[in-house]
Nanobody, 116 residues
Framework: QVQLVESGGGLVQPGGSLRLSCAASGFTFSNYIMRWYRQAPGKEREWVARIGTFGNGANYADSVKGRFTISRDNAKNTVYLQMNSLKPEDTAVYFC?????????WGQGTQVTVSS
């Protein structure tokens, strides 16, 4: 079955960096677009970034453009989110996502807290 496991979250000061990872299994990873979403307390889940099957076609939400970079390693079945210049408003649970045969799959999420 499809499994997504995020890691790499934590507490970081404003201006700091974190690198999130999402290990995927149960499907042919290299065939699918991968996405990152986030959900802040009291807010709806929002899309952050997506990446094409060969690492091409990266797109970002305006709120993170220029600060976050999505990448993938198809040999390791892993997608990454490098987050730089973090702001308090980036505080959220971050989820990776894949749509396989029209079904949305989510990981359990990893908490990112940006605070001094």
């Amino acid at each position: 079955q499809v499994q997504l496991v995020e890691s790499g979250g934590g507490l970081v000061q404003p201006g700091g960096s974190l690198r999130l990872s999402c290990a995927a299994s149960g499907f042919t990873f290299s065939n699918y677009i991968m996405r990152w979403y986030r959900q802040a307390p009291g807010k709806e889940r929002e899309w952050v970034a997506r990446i094409g099957t060969f690492g091409n076609g990266a797109n970002y939400a305006d709120s993170v453009k220029g600060r976050f970079t999505i990448s993938r390693d198809n040999a390791k079945n892993t997608v990454y989110l490098q987050m730089n210049s973090l702001k308090p408003e980036d505080t959220a649970v971050y989820f990776c996502n894949v749509i396989v045969y029209t079904v949305n799959y989510w990981g359990q999420g990893t908490q990112v807290t940006v605070s001094s």
